[in-house]
């Protein structure tokens, strides 16, 4: 069950509330930020702590700032910056830095500075700050930046691949992607190429949807063995996955749908389009964001500065100060709540 933050004025504090409206943690905090991974920043007298779902507190009000991320928390003090987990136990504090992320693999980039290392969690420095940039650790290694070109470390700071493409990243749990002059490719983890010599842009695999490329006679959608599954003809800027028998595709800056035989059946004419979800999907005109349905009828109005996909009957929508949760007939549900 999703919280939502509310204000209760006559005390001037933030507590939660379900979708419906129904008060489940009182407002009693100064400030609150939404709940991630069931936990959620509040602070009282300017310092911040943690509190839980069942409204308990994790890490009692003591930081000058903090922020949560797949069940770690990122705390700072005066003069630190520390690391602790779901649980609220300390894991790393590391004095005199300018910035660390949160744990990837039990490793922990770190930036001093300027300059980017890497902290194993037990607080052991296995890589010195002396890069401009680090990627994101991975199946034992991290990209780093040097001379204006990618390669790849491994956690003790060897060279897996001299720095040589100007992009890099991670394509699935077991291939990567490299970009250089020639376009985009993928590698496996023995660093052999696999797939794609004259790529213009990628997608990797995410959230379900299958990875695509675009190619120079189209998009090509890849399965999880790299087989092409779905072509579009050249023409589309962008393109995204089939979702309930429409993607959605970009086409002279303009998004539109076509449906699984890749003809258009909505034509592009809206500023953005998110994907088909029960039903209806969420596209802006100009500014303001509305419904429409498979057949491209607007069935919900333009008047959301934001809007999200329908998730069990339900969608979060919002403008400059409130959100609240709408119906498909684009009822209210619940009462609106301020967003900060």
């Given at each position: 069950?999703?919280l939502?933050?509310?204000?209760n004025?006559?005390?001037g ?9 129904k008060i ?5 905090y100064?400030?609150a ?5 069931g936990?959620?920043?509040v ?27 797949e069940?770690?928390i ?8 520390v690391l602790?987990d779901r649980?609220g136990?300390?894991?790393l504090?590391?004095e ?6 949160y744990?990837e693999e ?6 001093k500075n300027?300059q ?7 607080g052991?420095q296995r ?6 940039s680090?990627?994101?650790?991975r ?5 780093f930046?040097?001379?204006g070109?990618?390669g790849?470390?491994?956690?003790d700071g060897?060279?897996?691949?001299a720095?040589q ?8 749990d077991?291939?990567w992607?490299?970009r ?5 490719c993928?590698?496996?983890?023995d660093d052999r190429?696999?797939a ?6 990628i997608?990797p695999p995410a ?12 998009w090509?959608?890849l399965?999880?063995q ?7 003809p ?24 076509v449906?699984a ?12 389009a ?6 209806l ?28 996909p ?7 929508v919002q403008?400059?100060?409130e959100?609240?949760?709408i119906?498909?007939n684009g ?7 301020p967003?900060?």
């Open positions: 069950m999703a939502q933050k509310y204000y004025p006559e005390n504090c933030y507590g939660f509330t379900d979708s419906q409206g489940l943690i009182p407002a009693v100064d400030e930020e939404p709940f991630s991974d936990l959620a920043p602070s009282r007298k300017e310092l911040w702590g943690i509190i839980n779902e069942q409204g308990q507190v994790v890490v009692k009000p003591s930081y000058q700032m903090l922020f949560t991320r069940g770690w990122h705390a700072w003090e005066k003069n630190a910056q602790l649980t136990n300390v894991r504090r590391i005199d830095i300018q910035y660390l992320y744990p039990s490793q922990v980039r770190v930036k300027n980017w290392g890497l902290f194993a969690l037990d052991t890589i010195p700050f002396r890069y401009r680090i990627g994101p650790c199946n034992g290694r991290l990209a930046y040097e001379d070109c990618w790849w470390l491994d956690y060897n060279r897996r691949m720095p493409f100007h992009e890099v990243g991670w394509w699935d077991h291939r992607w490299a250089d002059a020639a376009g985009y993928l590698f496996d983890l190429k696999i794609g010599q004259q790529w213009e842009k997608t959230d379900g949807k299958r990875g695509a490329a675009r190619t120079p006679e189209g090509i959608f399965d999880d790299l087989s092409i599954v779905w072509r579009l050249a023409g589309y800027e962008w393109a995204e996955d089939l979702q309930e028998g429409r993607a959605a595709v970009k086409k002279n800056g303009l998004w539109g749908y449906n035989e890749g003809n258009e059946v909505i034509p592009p004419g809206f500023t953005r998110s994907a088909f979800s029960e039903g999907a969420a596209v802006q005109q100009k500014w303001n964001w509305g419904y429409i349905t498979p057949a491209g009828e607007v069935v919900i109005p333009f008047q959301f500065l934001e809007a999200s329908f998730q069990q009957g339900s969608a979060f403008d400059n100060y959100g609240w949760y119906d498909r009822q209210q549900l619940g009462e609106a709540h967003l900060y």
